[in-house]
């Protein structure tokens, strides 16, 4: 088998590096880019099964980071979401300890009622850690009341695909420069035969995989595989992204999401710079003005002009068309509020490698399983995403043109739910954690009418003392911990000469 990858960046050099790690050398593995057209990147913040892909691969956890000038995430930082001046934080992990068998958010659902003065996400070791500024991964030898602390990485996405480029080629993976002007295609099944390539070369494959991005080079241009428009939930459909100056005491452990008044902002900070974003609609604000909001709202002086990217939030109606998959930018586009881009493409890599064909022979269970699964978690990815603009009590036109579309029938259904007596809705293969939902939900300003009644079987003295020590000595243990900055300057800072040893 020959796989031939269209395009580079990180979706590229994801897939080639997880196909040729999976082959082993058995299969012949081709990825066409071009330096001319570039990619869309200026930094990256991912979730928590990145550290599953860079463990698959074998990525020693400290060369990564080092490389690729990487910090920890430990959540989201929600600003002005809900309403204006109200925050809130979305952790990886979960709240508290079950006790008795109840789910933790219920009993603090009936503290909260009874007076009780802390938060829910007081009880998170990731919240608490990120409003201390501190971090420290799971180790060998901490002392036995260290928190776990569940966290992902933001890194530089032009570092990341040179890093994974790196490695697939040490595989084998063949890089060709070029752009690609026309794609050929099999007279009877339609499939494609091969691309061509500016400067005359024809490069044929038995399977190709387009990581083309938004032009969807074979999935669309192509194959007219079709688009699915989720814009009328999710309206908003131009990015301006730039780097600033990184400010030290500004080197916080999580993402910050800033609400303004048609979209909102992103703020990674990375230990070279910090990467900055503007996600808008542009019936209700112009680019100057979205660039304008961008610029003033810099924590650091801008180290470019900002780039506007033009987008349409939706998916291909088929992510797998006969002998072609699409990842990435080429299979859909969901704004990276909760930093599922790079995931998504993850997802998708690995569910692939277990359907992956071994020979030309079409299969088409193989094709409508990978479907079928990509169209479950996509639509998964969108309804977590649209519950930020449809639980919310802003008042500016754009807002309340979010509120006022009658939304996805699932996710109807989980606002309900919890909004009736705080339950989460399950579904099959989900990506959030009920903890996620919950921390959402309440961030924006869903709140439960009532807590499970076996929250109601612990005396309400027992229960306030339980919590209160529960809090107390997760405070304290994360008060032990070191900080942020602390940690990577001794232990993954970019440039530094550190040794080959993990740091987890």
Known sequence: MHYVI?????????????????AKGSQRITLIESEEIGTVGVGEATIPPLQFYNKVLGINERDFIQATQASFKLGIDFHNWGREGHRYFHQFGEFGVNIKGISFHQLWLRLAASGHPFPLSDYAPAAVA????????????????????????????????????????????????GKIVGVDRRGESGFIEAVRLQDGQKIAGDFFLDCSGFQGLLIEQALGTGYEDWSHWLPCDRALAVPSEKQPENFFPYTRSIAHEAGWQWRIPLQHRTGNGHVYCSNYISD??????????????????????????????????????????????LEPLESTSLHLVQAAVFRFLSLMPTSPAYDPSAEAEFNRLSIAEYEQCRDFIILHYVANERPEAFWRACRSVPMPEGLAHRIELFRARGKVARTDG????????????????????QWDPLANTLPIAELQTKATELRDNLHRA???????????????????????????
Request: aromatic share 10%; charged share 20%; proline share 7%.
């Open 6 to 22: 269209v395009g580079g960046g990180s979706a590229g050099w994801m897939t080639a590096a997880a196909v040729a790690h999976a």
């Open 130 to 177: 990120a409003a201390q500024m501190r971090f420290l991964p799971p180790m060998p030898n901490l002392p036995p009341d260290t928190p776990q602390l569940a966290y992902a990485y933001h890194f530089d996405a032009g570092l990341y695909a040179r890093f994974l480029r790196r490695y697939a080629e040490k595989l084998g993976v063949a890089r060709i420069e």
């Open 288 to 333: 100057d003005e979205a660039a304008a909001t961008l610029l003033r709202n810099l924590d650091g002086k801008p180290l470019a002009e900002p780039r506007l990217l033009r987008f349409r939030t939706g998916r291909r109606r088929k992510f797998w068309n006969g002998n072609c998959v699409a990842l990435g930018l080429a299979g859909g586009f």
């Open 430 to 449: 989900h990506l959030f954690s009920d903890s996620s939902w919950i921390a959402v939900m309440l961030g924006q300003l869903v709140i439960p009418q």
């Open 478 to 504: 994360i008060a032990r911990m070191p900080r942020h900055a602390e940690f990577i300057d001794n232990n993954c800072k970019a440039g530094a000469e550190m040794g080959a040893a993990p740091i987890s």
